[in-house]
């Protein structure tokens, strides 16, 4: 057979149908052969112990069997479990005598009689169980009057010692087997509707793929490639799903790296852009910081160089101007070093204190600059505070937001600092009675090399980096800060976890 036709779509639904056909009638053909007379004829023997069983109870009680003497067993109708209505024969085991529900001949007590006759007794008593059941066949001996039939017989000793004889017709039994093949008939024809379902579900399943591939077709003339084609034979629409699928993964992945060229020239365009945008305003900024300082060193030098001054306290004071522009510059070198670190990401260590009492080291560590500015400064709070963060940077933001209200403040003025709590956050706050800063400004005081008043922060040495370095480090932190106005003063503010969630 040519290999493309066994994987084509004819053929599969050809051998299924087949298939389907074939097994159907196989099922048919095994279930009226096995099940169904085997299911009746045991169901048959089952009901027959049922009611072998429920007149063993019956005549467990004495005045019932006392009325066997006497042939009287009327009492059995009502009170005896017969499914089957099969007739009842009792016999003694003495005489053989032979009580029936039903009238009986001479000639059927006589065929009931030799029945029993033929079975040996201590099989009953000593055998598994006290009853055997048989078919018997009964043939019409002319004028005997016994009845031409078969029939299912249960033949059994009671516990009362009486023999018993149930029997009821193979034609009940074959009635039945035709109600279950009429049924059967029914149930074949329900299977052949079923099989004709599936093979409409099959054609369906054959179908779908190519309804997938005309959606998926759809996608790709409008550039989306996301789709695929779920693959999972090898016949002809097989075929045509992976051919779409190689083609679609080609398309995408040109597409793909043309994109991404584009977006890794856009982007290094913009880092390129960043990056010399950064460098000019470094230079500017540096430039600009430096540009003061070097011309004092410069001039008093040349002045020193050629002999402006002799006399030796002003060859002093000029020395001590250049050590103290230098120092500056070497104070502002070391602070642009501490930022770079800062934002180049440097790992923080995390730690619990008590920022209370490092809030009153720095202020201690501050009191020379808080006399020589005559500033009072305020920090009542006499609890323990315990936060999670690095205290070293932590002590750098309350040194440079300490200093920042030092030089600000008025003559004599005031300084206050004091930590609110906020569930598990602690806001500190620097508040300075100086001048209101203007709302352009208040957006700007963080950014690096920024000065509110130039002429005020070059008189105390200023660089403009110290709230840079407040603002790269509570970064690091991921926590708030900031800056805003009161109506008589400024409040610089910063806020620390109380337990360790960085």
């Known amino acids: 057979m040519d290999t493309k036709f066994r994987h084509s779509i004819r053929f599969k639904i050809a051998i299924i149908v087949f298939v389907t056909t074939l097994i159907t009638i196989f099922i048919s053909w095994y279930l009226s052969n096995h099940f169904i007379e085997q299911f009746y004829v045991t169901h048959t023997k089952n009901m027959l112990v049922q009611t072998f069983n429920s007149c063993n109870e019956f005549f467990e009680d004495k005045e019932n069997t006392e009325l066997l003497k006497d042939g009287d067993i009327d009492g059995l109708y009502g009170n005896v479990d017969n499914p089957l209505s099969c007739s009842i024969f009792i016999l003694d085991k003495k005489n053989y005598k032979v009580a029936s529900t039903i009238k009986m001949t001479e000639d059927t007590e006589t065929e009931i009689q030799e029945l029993v006759k033929s079975y040996d007794i201590n099989k009953f008593i000593y055998g598994a169980k006290p009853y055997v059941v048989v078919r018997n066949s009964v043939v019409n001996n002319g004028d005997t009057g016994v009845v031409e039939g078969s ?53 369906n399943m054959f179908s779908r793929p190519i ?136 790992d923080i260590s995390i730690e619990r204190f008590d920022v209370a009492k490092l809030i009153k080291d720095v202020i201690k560590n501050s009191s020379i600059l808080l006399k020589d500015n005559e500033a009072n400064i305020i920090f009542d709070d006499d609890k323990e505070h315990y936060v999670w963060a690095d205290s070293f940077q932590v002590e750098e933001v309350i040194t440079n937001y300490l200093t920042n209200a030092i030089h600000y403040v008025k003559e004599d003025g005031k300084i206050k600092v004091w930590i609110d709590e906020k569930g598990d956050v602690l806001r500190i706050n620097v508040y300075n009675d100086g001048d209101n800063i203007s709302e352009e400004d208040l957006k700007k005081v963080f950014i690096k090399f920024y000065k509110t008043d130039e002429a005020r922060t070059r008189s105390y040495g200023g660089s403009g980096i110290g709230l840079s370095i407040v603002a790269a480090i509570m970064k690091a932190h991921n926590k708030d800060y900031g800056v805003y106005n009161t109506d008589n003063g400024v409040v610089f503010y910063f806020e620390l976890d109380t337990n360790n969630s960085i």
Do not use: W
Not at 157 to 184: E, K
């Open 151 to 203: 029939y299912y017989d249960l033949i059994g000793l009671l516990d009362n010692q009486y023999f018993i004889v149930l029997r009821t017709s193979v034609d009940s039994v074959t009635d039945s087997m035709q109600f279950a093949a009429r049924l059967f008939t029914s149930v074949s024809f329900a299977l052949l509707v079923f099989e004709i379902l599936v093979v409409l579900i099959i054609t």
């Open 211 to 346: 309804i997938e591939m005309s959606r998926i077709a759809r996608k790709m003339t409008n550039m989306d490639f996301s789709a695929k084609i779920d693959v999972k034979s090898d016949d002809e629409i097989g075929e045509l799903g992976e051919s779409m699928n190689l083609m679609s993964a080609s398309l995408e992945k040109s597409i793909t790296q043309l994109k991404s060229a584009n977006l890794e020239l856009s982007n290094d365009i913009r880092k390129k852009e960043h990056i010399e945008e950064m460098r000019s305003e470094f230079l500017s900024h540096v430039s600009h910081e430096l540009k003061t300082p070097l011309a004092l060193i410069q001039g008093y030098a040349e002045g020193l160089k050629s002999g402006v001054v002799t006399d030796p306290e002003d060859v002093n004071y000029y020395c001590d101007v250049i050590s103290d522009e230098a120092s500056k510059m070497n104070a502002m070198v070391m602070r642009l070093i501490d930022l770079n670190q800062l934002e180049s990401g440097d």
